[in-house]
């Protein structure tokens, strides 16, 4: 007892009871052991060392923890408080606000059930149904309906750990951050709020309104925009409806990128047919409007009637221009030196020449138009024999109908090889010429062969056409490279081989906190001579329940057997 205006015995209440107020020059004071309590009217009960505090309500231990209550209660032998009404927690970083609080000083632990509020300048305001605050550690422990408000953020969880000196946050179950330009979900993460970076495992996805972006795991930086995931890698254009696909992905929100590696595979939806792309490295840029995919290093198309296959594929989604390019490289050493010319095939023509362009109708996803530069060849194979129907030359101008191709001209220099047959499929013979241009018609399988200025050239027999005479200079026919499913598209790929995500541990339920050895401290601090039906005051404010289950586990075996058979 340091001080109090006026002290009276209260016999009504038993003996030992004093009761102590404060005067007009200040409040009622005790200490315990590093503890202040300060109040304006405080009941003590000698026997059972415990304070009834009323009225402004003050307790201190050290220079870091305040409380402050319009009621509290504390023990001296348990070293347990019980606070109510407006109770206002404080440590240096934090400010906790709830309507009852428990306070143990010997594990150092704050407690409330019936919904607290916790404040932190630089992370918000974090509210829940249940919370446990350990001084010991500078950590909150939120169970139930949290929600931590932040100036450009809310975030909903199940479980959230948050630690006061460094703002780190860590969540556990279903969990939501909403910002006004993107919403994230996962269900087991930690966020930095200090400096607005996170990390999350466990079904995680970013919604940044226009794209969805999902991986096992995924590092987030608000400040600059950025996120990066490793491993299952699904990026949605929810807009342009198409899905990126791959291991390893970076998204830069502010620039519209997106980045992919590891087996990247692009995705654009369409009603009838997809179109499928794959390559070393993906990059999708550009805003909503004007998408635009870049697919580097051994880059391959693939859909039911088209495919094709490049050093490099250039796709711009507004005009529909698709660009098959070879690329210059710097290494001899590389796997893919060797130069091998950008390729399509459709059904059974093969097109192969210096650069590719495929034209589609952006808005009715047909195929409009191709053209070939530069030492264009189209091959096809002789449908009854073993040749191969060939033109070539300087560039190539393709029509498609349907998505069929329907008709070709070969412009410059161009020169033909063509197995020619009549109605019956009979082999008339083999067409060996060349001609300034050529055009070639294909109508319900039949081909239509036209040349035009300076024809020069003949019909042979297939006994008088030697066989080294039959493919013109540059024929390279590469049917084994031809995707022909989505899976032949990662055919010559390395090994895939995933890094192990160690991640985030599991969720450890919240221990008790009226554990044993609290009830067991509760238990001994009985008064002697009292009877088992005694009100304990250091009791009355512990639930039911908890001292309901500390009561079952003091009946012995034999007891319990007995009361079963009862």
């Not at 008790?512 to 050895?517: T, V």
Request: aromatic fraction near 10%; include cysteine; charge should be neutral.
């Amino acid at each position: 007892m340091e001080y109090a205006g006026f002290v009276d015995s209260d016999s009504l209440r038993g003996p030992g009871v004093s009761v102590f107020t404060r005067d007009n020059t200040q409040q009622v004071h005790f200490t315990h052991e590093g503890i202040n309590l300060w109040c304006d009217q405080a009941v003590y009960y000698e026997k059972e060392d415990f304070i009834e505090a009323y009225s402004n309500v003050i307790m201190q231990q050290g220079d870091t923890i305040n409380m402050t209550a319009k009621y509290a209660e504390y023990s001296g032998k348990t070293q347990l408080a019980f606070a109510s009404g407006d109770v206002v927690l404080r440590e240096p970083k934090s400010v906790l606000t709830t309507d009852t609080l428990h306070f143990d000083r010997v594990k150092q632990q704050a407690f409330y059930r019936n919904k607290g509020k916790v404040v932190r300048d630089t992370s918000g305001t974090i509210t829940s149904q249940i919370g446990r605050y350990y001084m010991n550690t500078k950590k909150y422990q939120f169970v139930q309906d949290v929600v931590l408000v932040n100036p450009q953020y809310t975030l909903t969880t199940n479980h959230l750990d948050f630690y006061t000196e460094t703002g780190h946050a860590y969540l556990y179950g279903p969990s939501t951050i909403v910002g006004e330009s993107n919403t994230i979900y996962a269900e087991r993460g930690f966020y930095n709020t200090n400096n607005d970076t996170g990390y999350f495992v466990k079904n995680s996805k970013i919604n940044y309104q226009n794209r969805v972006f999902e991986g096992d795991s995924m590092y987030f930086d608000r400040k600059i925009s950025f996120a990066s995931a490793t491993n299952n890698i699904k990026v949605t254009d929810t807009i342009n409806n198409s899905v990126a696909r791959g291991h390893y992905a970076e998204i830069w929100r502010a620039k519209d990128s997106v980045f992919i590696t590891k087996r990247a595979l692009a995705i654009t939806v369409q009603e009838n047919d997809s179109i499928y792309m794959h390559s070393d490295i993906l990059m999708v840029t550009g805003k909503p409007e004007h998408r635009i995919t870049r697919a580097y290093y051994n880059a391959k198309i693939f859909k039911s009637d088209l495919s094709g296959k490049a050093d490099s594929i250039h796709a711009d989604h507004k005009t529909g221009l698709t660009q098959l390019i070879n690329l210059k490289r710097f290494s001899t050493s590389d796997a893919f030196t060797t130069k091998r010319r950008p390729i399509l095939w459709n059904l059974d023509n093969q097109m192969t020449g210096d650069t590719i362009h495929l034209i589609s109708n952006p808005k009715t996803e047909q195929l409009d138009s191709l053209v070939v530069f530069n030492d264009a060849f189209l091959i096809s194979k002789d449908t009854l024999g073993t040749g191969f129907n060939q033109i070539k030359g300087l560039r190539l101008i393709g029509l498609f109908k349907d998505n069929d191709l329907y008709n070709v001209d070969i412009i410059k220099n161009a020169e033909v090889i063509n197995y020619s047959r009549d109605d019956k499929q009979e082999l008339i013979g083999i067409n060996k010429s060349k001609s300034g241009k050529i055009n070639l018609k294909i109508e319900d399988g039949y081909k239509i062969i036209t040349l035009i200025d300076q024809v020069d050239g003949d019909i042979y027999p297939e006994s008088k056409f030697p066989e080294n005479a039959r493919k013109l200079r540059g024929f390279d026919w590469r049917e084994e490279e031809r995707p022909k499913s989505v899976e032949d598209l990662f055919s010559d790929d390395p090994p895939l081989e995933l890094p192990v995500i160690k991640g985030l541990g599991e969720y450890v339920p919240q221990e008790e906190f009226f554990d044993d050895a609290l009830l067991k401290r509760v238990e001994d601090a009985k008064p002697k001579g009292a009877k088992k039906d005694d009100q304990q005051k250091a009791s009355r404010n512990i639930p039911k329940e908890a001292l309901k289950k500390a009561d079952s586990s003091k009946v012995k075996p034999a007891q319990k057997s007995q009361q079963k058979d009862n």
